[in-house]
């Protein structure tokens, strides 16, 4: 017996194991006790007198739930639509409404503080503020001049210190000379 080969086999675990079902994925406890809770909550469910399916009207059955859907997203759009509409209506109400130069002269005046304000500007104030009247947002504008949204403020402060002294100065000169 000593030459003999003997054959070596090995035996699953769930083999070995005893109380289990569907090739040992589950304990034979478990089952039995999963099925006791179906049943103890699946009957008074069950009972309930209720329908899976969905009451319509009669004469919205002969359409398709893909039909019913566009139908209610076109209505959807439509009400946005509606919404800017009146939203823009508003809008240019306030915007006719908002007072106007009385005369001729403060309209001029306003053209050349903003024409001075321009001469006075540097470079880069001029471009950050182009940017910002085109809708660019401050992170936005320094990022198109490769500067820093920091410096970009900086620079936007310091054009409005200047605006300031212009508006000083220009009513200033107009008392004084209202004043002959």
């Avoid at 589950?26 to 006790?33: D, G, Q, S």
């Amino acid at each position: 017996m000593k030459n003999e080969e003997r054959d070596i086999y090995t035996i699953p675990p769930n083999f070995i194991e005893g109380g289990t079902l569907m090739g040992g994925m589950f304990k034979t406890r478990n089952v039995i006790e999963a099925g006791i809770l179906a049943v103890l909550i699946g009957g008074p469910v069950l009972s309930l007198h209720f329908s899976l399916t969905v009451r319509t009207q009669p004469t919205l059955r002969q359409y398709a739930f893909s039909t019913i859907a566009w139908s209610a997203m076109r209505q959807s759009i439509a009400a946005f639509h509606r919404s800017e509409e009146r939203r823009k209506a508003a809008e240019c109400a306030f915007v006719e409404r908002l007072p106007m130069a009385t005369n001729a002269w403060d309209e001029l005046e306003r053209s050349l503080i903003l024409h001075d304000l321009a001469i006075a500007s540097s470079r880069e104030q001029y471009a950050v503020t182009r940017l910002r009247l085109q809708g660019y947002s401050i992170r936005e504008a320094a990022l198109a001049q490769g500067i820093s949204p920091k410096r970009a403020r900086k620079l936007l402060k310091e054009l409005y210190r200047v605006y300031l002294a212009l508006t000083t100065t220009a009513a200033d000169t107009a008392d004084t000379e209202g004043s002959f």
